[in-house]
């Protein structure tokens, strides 16, 4: 197998779509986001929130863990959304939040 590693795609590629040409309207993809989230099987997500900002769904709050944050951004990745998701979320621990 011959490998050139000059003309090597990345990995990882960003695409984004218009929500027109896929018949989903911001209102839809935030209720179903909002949905996901309060519905977690985790409290702590169950209190993050999340907004459009032009077509990327920016998910915003705080929890106590690096955990919570990514299973935040996993569950609404799932919904397979046609938009750009901006993990947004503050992790604040509990000493944290007694030296406040």
């Known amino acids: ?21 896929v018949g989903s309207t911001a209102p839809q993809i935030l209720e179903r986001a909002r949905h996901c989230l309060r519905t977690s099987s985790y409290p702590p997500v169950r209190t993050l929130n999340c907004q459009m900002i032009g077509e990327t769904l ?35 621990s509990y000493e944290d939040h007694e030296h406040n």
């Open 58 to 92: 920016v998910i915003c709050g705080t929890v106590g863990s690096y955990y919570l944050k990514q299973m935040a951004q996993e569950l609404v990745s799932r919904l397979e959304l046609p938009v750009q998701i901006d993990n947004m979320v503050s992790v604040k």
């Open 1 to 21: 197998m011959k490998s050139d590693h000059g003309s090597r795609r990345p990995r990882f590629l960003r695409i984004r779509i218009s929500l027109q040409r």
